[in-house]
């Protein structure tokens, strides 16, 4: 397949001066709401730039309260990187492709050839309003252009979990999201306008570079864990700067753990800038948290629900990762509509701890539990660490195969870096770990031994229910149960090994505005009995709030080879398929079982 990679850009762009904000908090009176600050793009500037080799103290002081607002990145020298500048138009870059922009963009018609994603900075749009009518300004500030970006670590340090980190580390981080809060709202290290650059990629503020008609959506996809990567990767480096310590690491909750199943006590100290005050108060320590979260608290004791946690952890890190795309999502071409599928961690239990932290007394369960509003909570930097550790746990630990399509690896986004200042990244240069300059610490993993078993070996309840095909499509307003045939059934140990047996739950049509979730089960015929420990409960659809009203058709898979061999299973001629709504309007288009590579 012919790969075309964009040439070093820069784009200039007119400043949109700052003076006066509309600030509306839902709750915290240090909460400012979002802002708009559209693009006024110009032309574009051909730039070579070298990478970026440290946090760049040396500028710190020209941009720690006034970022550059002019086009001097064009021609600037200074350690961070050196330029060089040829100008041409935009349409020449998108025509230098050999056409295949003009070919793609006429006529709005997508192209047969694949290509990889990235934003279009120069037509953010804002996202209106909340389904409750609160305002979402997710633009962030305009900036001079853009240089493209290589990380080159020369030291490697590593990030520890929340709960066990030292007062002073505390007081420490503490310290940078306060100076990080107090930097001005015109730069874009500001607290919240870094939480814009998450709403910005998560409620379709940007189109795809070369496809205006198709929008860019960071999540239900396999970006999502790259995009979240270099996030954080910024945002670490923003507060190494602003503290003047390059030995910094963002601390991780260490969900996944029964030591760190609760909000970790830096989060939970009002004294502290840490501290949110906009979540569930029935959520606060020493509360567990339910990896699984469906809007419903379980009645059950916290022990239990540690271990409910232990095999949710099992289920997703190893039942339904066993292959890339069951991992990181389903690919999202250039020029292909967004959502095409979540990937087993940012399904659960992603979404369900956004979810549990948010405030449901909230008009959309602000901060955690809506996506635009998110990144105001710092617990979401601390949650999305350890959402990035399980990618690592899944490189060097599980030892699993990660994505090798180009398409992936050369898709890009553009971050603003920690002199204030907007630059392009690769999905392919968030793959080393050592290059980005940290790591994580080789902890005990308690749920590699919480395998779910079968509730009931060898039930084969099929008989009575329906096919899929007599039932689809459907909206589906209560349990529903039905039968899905098998295109082979007994495979050997050779064909296990080499391909993933997997049932597809396709054309799911819903409004992202809100959160939906349904329950899948597979040989059960009382979903009442099971639970995360029991094989039968393959887990959930569960998609969170973004919040702007925004129709959404996706899909989501379920890894089933080691599920039937636990149910005694293997050898059935179909499976019955149970489908349990618990949140949401959502219409269902069909269901199929594939086999999938697992190289």
């Known amino acids: 397949m012919a790969f075309f990679s964009l040439p070093s850009l820069t784009h200039p762009i007119h400043p949109t001066p700052v003076s006066s904000f509309s600030l509306k908090p839902l709750i915290c009176s240090s909460s400012p709401g979002f802002f708009s600050h559209p693009f006024r793009p110009t032309r574009v500037t051909n730039q ?73 900075i120069f037509n953010c749009t804002e996202a209106t ?4 009518g609160i305002p979402i300004n997710c633009c962030p500030p305009s900036a001079a252009g853009y240089n493209d970006y290589t990380p080159s670590a020369s030291e490697v340090y590593t990030r520890m979990p929340a709960h066990a980190v030292s007062h002073d580390y505390v007081k420490k981080y503490s310290s940078a999201i306060t100076k990080m809060k107090n930097l001005s709202m015109s730069d874009p290290r500001n607290f919240y306008q870094q939480a814009n650059v998450h709403c910005v990629y998560c409620d379709e503020g940007y189109p795809q570079l070369g496809f205006p008609d198709k929008k860019l959506e960071i999540h239900s996809s396999w970006l999502f864990f790259p995009w979240h990567r270099w996030y954080l990767y910024f945002f670490e480096r923003i507060c190494k700067n602003l503290l003047d310590d390059d030995t910094f690491t963002l601390p991780f909750w260490q969900w996944d753990d029964s030591s760190g199943m609760q ?39 916290p022990n239990i629900q540690i271990q409910y946690n232990c095999c949710t952890m099992y289920t997703q890190m190893i039942t339904q990762s066993s292959t890339p795309d069951c991992f990181f999502g389903q690919p999202l071409l250039g020029g292909n509509d967004p959502d095409p599928g979540a990937g087993s ?78 630059v392009r990244v690769t999905v392919k240069d968030s793959t080393n770990l050592a290059k980005l300059g ?28 329906p096919k899929a095909s007599e039932v689809m499509p459907m909206q589906l307003e209560k349990p529903i149960s039905f039968v899905v045939e098998r295109p082979k059934k007994s495979r050997s140990g050779k064909e296990k090994a080499e391909a993933e047996e997997v049932l597809k739950i396709k054309g799911i049509q819903f409004d992202k505005g809100e959160t939906v ?18 094989a039968e409960s393959l887990g959930s659809f569960n998609s969170l709030a973004h919040g702007h009203s925004m129709k959404s058709t996706t899909s989501q898979c379920f890894a089933i080879s080691e599920v039937l061999e636990e149910l005694g ?9 149970t489908l349990v709504p618990r949140r949401g309007a959502v219409t269902i288009g069909g269901i199929e079982i594939t086999f999938v590579p697992k190289s």
């Open 438 to 465: 940290y790591t994580y610490p080789d902890l005990p993993l308690s749920w590699l031994d919480c395998k779910p078993k079968a509730r009931r070996k060898g039930l084969n309840p099929t008989k009575s229910a």
């Open 263 to 301: 909000i970790p006590s830096m989060f939970n100290d009002s004294k502290l800038s840490l501290y949110d005050c906009i979540r569930n108060p029935k959520h606060l320590p020493p509360k567990v948290v339910d990896l699984a979260y469906n809007g419903t608290d379980l009645p059950i004791d």
């Open 345 to 422: 961690i940012e399904n659960i239990p992603h979404n369900c701890v956004h979810d549990w932290v948010g405030d449901p007394s909230q008009p959309n369960n602000e901060d955690m539990g809506v996506l635009y509003a998110a990144g105001r909570d710092p617990i979401f930097y601390a949650h999305h660490a350890n959402v990035d550790r399980m990618w690592y746990i899944y490189d060097n630990v599980l030892k699993r195969k990660n994505i090798e399509d180009p398409d992936w690896l050369n898709s890009s986004f553009i971050f603003f870096n920690e002199a204030a200042r907007p």
């Open 48 to 120: 070579k730039s070298h990478a970026e080799a440290s946090t760049c103290k040396a500028q710190k002081a020209d941009h720690h309260q006034n970022p550059s607002t002019d086009d001097s990145i064009s021609s600037s020298k200074s350690k961070c990187g050196k330029t060089s500048a040829g100008k041409f138009e935009r349409r020449d870059v998108l025509l230098g492709l050999g056409g295949l922009y003009a070919a793609t963009t006429l006529g709005t018609k997508q192209s047969s050839l694949a290509l990889p994603v990235s934003p279009d």
């Open 569 to 577: 299973a293997d050898d059935f001629d179909s499976i019955l398929v």
């Open 129 to 132: 309003e909340t389904r409750n």
């Open 517 to 534: 979730v349904f329950d899948v089960f597979v040989n059960e015929d009382d979903t009442s009995q099971s639970n995360p420990c029991k």
